[in-house]
Each structure stands twice: as structure tokens, then as C-alpha cells.
């Protein structure tokens, strides 16, 4: 059904922004910001809404995501939590814009 082959996209989508050719721009999204290796004791502070690929991966897997649109909700969550919690000057914040950019590449179709 139509839904189906949306989700499906969904899922498609989440593998290429996983794939090892963005190794060096993916890193910080693979998982949950673990804000005590990082030393960021101030993350869950200034972040409510902490989300990542795995978190999305998981969440499309069980079917939480009723809509394409609930699913790119939580994709732009993950970014724009890089780009209120790092500053531009950071590398990590330029890597959120980059992988962001191969997103919007990949869904605009
Ligand atoms: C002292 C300091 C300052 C900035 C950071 N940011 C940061 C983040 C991060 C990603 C998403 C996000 O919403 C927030 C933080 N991920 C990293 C990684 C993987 C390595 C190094 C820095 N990283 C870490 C420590």
C-alpha cells in the first residue's frame, strides 16, 4: 500500500545517512549523545528532546512513525538539537549541516 512504500523510503533514507562513506559526518548521530563521555554535564539541560539515528531507526522498526512527515520530524529534531547546543564555531555543528544537506538531497527525490 502506498503507506508501506513510504515508510519504506523512511527506512531507505535512514540507511544512507548510517553509511560508512559519511563516517566522518555521521559519528555524532549514530547514537544518543552520551553527555558523560563527552563532558557536556549542561546537555540535557538545554536539550529536551535528545534523538538520534538509532533512536529513529528503532522507532521506525516498531512502528511508532504513522506518517513520513512524524518521521522527518524527528530528523530535523536530531539536527536542530546539534545546532542549538554547538555553536557554529564547532566542527560537530558544520558536520550537523553536512549530513543534513545529504537528507535533504536524498528526500526532496
Ligand atoms: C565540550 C564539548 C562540546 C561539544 C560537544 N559536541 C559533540 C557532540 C554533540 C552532538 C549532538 C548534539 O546535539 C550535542 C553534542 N557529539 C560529539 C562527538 C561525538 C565528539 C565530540 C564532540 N561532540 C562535545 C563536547
Do not use: H, Q
Given at each position: 500500500r502506498k503507506n508501506d512504500i513510504q515508510m519504506k523510503f523512511c527506512m531507505q533514507t535512514l540507511r544512507e545517512l548510517k553509511k560508512?562513506?559519511?563516517?566522518?559526518i555521521n559519528f555524532p548521530f549514530l547514537q544518543p549523545v552520551d553527555y558523560v563521555a563527552l563532558n557536556i554535564p549542561d546537555y540535557p539541560k538545554i536539550i529536551k528532546h535528545p534523538m538520534d539515528l538509532?533512536?529513529?531507526e528503532k522507532k521506525l522498526n516498531?512502528?511508532?512513525y504513522t506518517t513520513p512527515e512524524?518521521?522527518?520530524?524527528d530528523i530535523r529534531?536530531?539536527?536542530n538539537n546539534c545546532y542549538?547546543?554547538?555553536p557554529p564555531a564547532l566542527p560537530v555543528h558544520n558536520m550537523g549541516k553536512q549530513l543534513?544537506?545529504?537528507f535533504d538531497e536524498k528526500?526532496?527525490?
Open positions: 560508512s562513506k559519511y563516517k566522518d538509532s533512536t529513529i516498531e512502528g511508532d512524524e518521521f522527518e520530524a529534531l536530531m539536527f542549538t547546543y554547538n543534513e544537506k545529504v528526500w526532496k527525490d
